[in-house]
């Protein structure tokens, strides 16, 4: 509830203690790295030598668009040409789920991929994401024009992580954060 590990201070084979984002040093049984494909107390508490990421050379995007009449209550998929793919979904909560997925053809489109995926310029990250799919059609221009006011746009490069173990003393890492198969095996 907006209270993070900011560091681990300790992890011994009985307990782990972490101080928070608000100053709070707190002793635990166990600490649960949850915090997704680039998570920083998996870097922490393993060590940078200790995680392999398997680049998949892809690219996905997801976010939400309101649900219209004639979306249906199936999973939709379309692949145009160039190593594209655009998804829909409907979801429980009365909207859409988009997804887009992309193998760039060159370097230096991997490359304006990676930077979009990195960058805090939301804007960097649109600009891109239509420049490569404006000329589609089917649902495409619907779901690009609601990128501009969605309020979960996501975009990161299809990467697998690999861990040698999960576990060092009191501390786990789960989903993303520990044995990420890419959102291409069903999101994580």
Same mark, same amino acid.
């Given at each position: 509830?907006?209270?993070?590990?900011?560091?681990?201070?300790?992890?011994?084979?009985?307990?782990?203690?972490?101080?928070?984002?608000?100053?709070?040093?707190?002793?635990?049984?166990?600490?649960?790295?949850?915090?997704?494909?680039?998570?920083?107390?998996?870097?922490?508490?393993?060590?940078?030598?200790?995680?392999?990421?398997?680049?998949?050379?892809?690219?996905?995007?997801?976010?939400?668009?309101?649900?219209?009449?004639?979306?249906?209550?199936?999973?939709?998929?379309?692949?145009?040409?160039?190593?594209?793919?655009?998804?829909?979904?409907?979801?429980?909560?009365?909207?859409? =789920?988009?997804?887009?997925?992309?193998?760039?053809?060159?370097?230096?489109?991997?490359? $304006?991929? +990676? &930077?979009? *995926?990195?960058?805090?310029?939301?804007?960097?990250?649109?600009?891109?994401?239509?420049?490569?799919?404006?000329?589609?059609?089917?649902?495409?221009?619907?779901?690009?024009?609601?990128?501009?006011?969605?309020?979960?746009?996501?975009?990161?490069?299809?990467?697998?992580? =690999?861990?040698?173990?999960?576990?060092?003393?009191?501390?786990?890492?789960?989903?993303? $954060?520990? +044995? &990420?198969? *890419?959102?291409?095996?069903?999101?994580?």
């Amino acid at each position: 509830f907006g209270t993070t590990v900011t560091e681990v201070l300790e992890n011994t084979p009985e307990s782990v203690k972490v101080r928070l984002s608000n100053g709070d040093v707190e002793q635990y049984d166990v600490l649960v790295a949850a915090d997704g494909q680039w998570s920083r107390l998996r870097k922490e508490v393993f060590g940078e030598h200790a995680i392999q990421v398997v680049d998949k050379g892809a690219f996905s995007a997801f976010w939400t668009v309101q649900r219209q009449e004639q979306d249906t209550d199936f999973w939709t998929i379309h692949q145009p040409l160039r190593a594209r793919v655009i998804e829909t979904r409907p979801d429980n909560h009365g909207t859409l =789920r988009a997804s887009l997925s992309i193998m760039p053809a060159s370097t230096a489109e991997k490359q $304006a991929w +990676y &930077h979009a *995926t990195r960058s805090h310029d939301r804007k960097v990250k649109i600009d891109l994401i239509k420049s490569e799919y404006g000329d589609v059609g089917w649902v495409a221009p619907r779901l690009l024009a609601g990128l501009d006011t969605a309020p979960d746009l996501y975009l990161q490069a299809v990467q697998q992580i =690999r861990l040698p173990k999960w576990h060092k003393n009191r501390v786990i890492c789960l989903g993303d $954060a520990a +044995y &990420h198969p *890419t959102q291409f095996t069903g999101m994580g």
